[in-house]
């Protein structure tokens, strides 16, 4: 059995010798270091690949699932079919997942020296509308001295790109301060502005808060407790129910706008009309009922009209009878 080396013995031996084996010493424990680096960077590389190919996987099942629903909602029997809101969900599933695919094979040539070669339309250049504010960032070098040693360079041309940019909602409170003022000498009277006319009088919304919610719940279907919940991200407790209080009462200062509306609509020589079933809550049954949402239209734009197009919403709970179209456009008494 070979003795084990005593490390103390190291200055007993001869200088030169003790400098090989110190460089011998530092050569193996290098060389070592390099193993485990390099077996390091081997298992955080079939790591990444294993990942990468879970992930494409993954990927591959999402858009055989959502070429399956698409064939459904195209070729399936009429009960099966989606409505074509429903089959555009669909395709915004696929393009997203196309284009997650499409990014992993950009960042895998990325990370191996090569140019991107998918078409990526949403990068294409795009001309972004003229009412839109420009912010313009100018990046400088970090030194414009010339590598000859005359000085400065001097400014030859530019390059642009252009990208779309979005400032989240920001909140205030804006506090409205009325000073009041008096004589200095005591006589009678108090001078005061007053009080602006609010929507919601002693409510805290201005009129701008209003209408967004308002564009958000019945433009872009954000129900209200959503909105709720979006407020209080900013901190802001805002309960559904007070929300819908605000809805009720803008919903009421708007009818005259509503009814106005109508009213020029009765004037139209053409009118058009559509029809949109909805589920609507049945209290009492347990389950809905189909509502339909009427669109009324006025858009002589077509006809050499001058008048600006109108859309008129109507809830009727049925096709006729209360539903008629006639009643919406006429009245109770009017025929077709």
Same mark, same amino acid.
């Given at each position: 059995?070979?003795?084990?080396f005593?490390?103390?013995?190291?200055?007993?031996?001869?200088?030169?010798?003790?400098?090989?084996?110190?460089?011998?010493?530092?050569a193996?424990?290098?060389?070592?270091?390099?193993?485990?680096?390099?077996?390091?960077?081997?298992?955080?590389?079939?790591?990444?690949?294993?990942?990468?190919?879970?992930?494409s996987?993954?990927?591959?099942?999402?858009?055989?699932?959502?070429?399956?629903?698409?064939?459904?909602?195209?070729?399936?029997?009429?009960?099966?079919?989606?409505?074509?809101?429903?089959l555009?969900?669909?395709?915004?599933?696929?393009?997203?997942?196309?284009?997650?695919?499409?990014?992993r094979?950009?960042?895998?040539?990325? /990370?191996?020296?090569?140019?991107?070669?998918?078409?990526r !339309? $949403?990068? *294409?250049?795009?001309?972004? &509308? @003229? =009412? #839109?504010?420009?912010?313009?960032?100018?990046?400088?070098p970090?030194?414009?001295?010339?590598?000859?040693?005359?000085?400065?360079?001097?400014?030859?041309?530019?390059?642009?790109?252009?990208?779309?940019?979005?400032?989240?909602?920001?909140?205030?409170v804006?506090?409205?301060? /009325?000073?009041?003022?008096?004589?200095?000498n005591?006589? !009678? $009277?108090? *001078?005061?502005?007053?009080? &602006? @006319? =609010? #929507?919601?009088?002693?409510?805290?919304p201005?009129?701008?808060?209003?209408?967004?919610?308002?564009?958000?719940?019945?433009?872009?279907?954000?129900?209200?407790?959503?909105?709720?919940?979006?407020?209080?991200?900013?901190?802001?407790?805002?309960?559904?129910?007070?929300?819908?209080?605000?809805?009720?009462?803008?919903?009421?200062?708007? !009818?005259?706008?509503?009814?106005?509306?109508?009213?020029?609509?009765?004037?139209?020589?053409?009118?058009?009309?559509?029809?949109t079933?909805?589920?609507?809550?049945?209290p009492?049954?347990?389950?809905?009922?189909?509502?339909?949402?009427?669109?009324?239209?006025?858009?002589?734009?077509?006809?050499?009209?001058?008048?600006?197009?109108?859309?008129?919403?109507?809830?009727?709970?049925?096709?006729?009878?209360?539903?008629?179209?006639?009643?919406?456009?006429?009245?109770?008494?009017?025929?077709?």
């Amino acid at each position: 059995m070979t003795p084990s080396f005593d490390p103390a013995r190291l200055a007993e031996l001869p200088a030169d010798l003790r400098a090989d084996l110190r460089a011998l010493f530092e050569a193996q424990r290098a060389m070592l270091e390099a193993e485990r680096i390099r077996a390091d960077h081997e298992l955080a590389a079939r790591l990444h690949i294993e990942s990468e190919l879970a992930a494409s996987k993954e990927t591959v099942e999402r858009l055989q699932l959502l070429v399956k629903e698409y064939e459904r909602a195209r070729f399936g029997k009429r009960s099966e079919k989606l409505d074509p809101d429903q089959l555009q969900l669909v395709l915004e599933d696929i393009e997203i997942a196309i284009a997650e695919v499409q990014e992993r094979e950009d960042d895998r040539a990325r /990370r191996s020296g090569r140019p991107a070669t998918s078409e990526r !339309a $949403g990068r *294409a250049a795009r001309a972004f &509308p @003229a =009412h #839109l504010p420009r912010v313009e960032r100018v990046i400088e070098p970090e030194s414009l001295a010339c590598p000859c040693g005359c000085g400065l360079m001097v400014r030859i041309g530019e390059d642009r790109s252009s990208r779309l940019d979005v400032t989240p909602a920001q909140y205030c409170v804006i506090e409205t301060v /009325r000073p009041r003022y008096a004589c200095p000498n005591g006589c !009678a $009277g108090v *001078a005061q502005a007053p009080a &602006p @006319a =609010h #929507l919601i009088e002693g409510g805290v919304p201005t009129e701008a808060l209003l209408a967004q919610v308002a564009v958000a719940k019945f433009s872009e279907h954000m129900p209200l407790y959503r909105q709720s919940q979006v407020f209080a991200r900013h901190g802001i407790m805002l309960d559904r129910a007070v929300l819908a209080d605000w809805m009720g009462t803008t919903a009421f200062h708007l !009818a005259p706008i509503v009814e106005r509306m109508s009213a020029l609509m009765k004037l139209s020589g053409r009118l058009f009309m559509d029809e949109t079933r909805a589920p609507v809550l049945d209290p009492g049954r347990g389950r809905t009922k189909t509502g339909y949402l009427w669109a009324v239209l006025r858009d002589d734009r077509g006809h050499g009209g001058a008048d600006p197009p109108i859309v008129v919403y109507h809830y009727a709970p049925g096709r006729s009878g209360e539903g008629c179209v006639a009643n919406f456009v006429y009245g109770s008494d009017a025929g077709l």
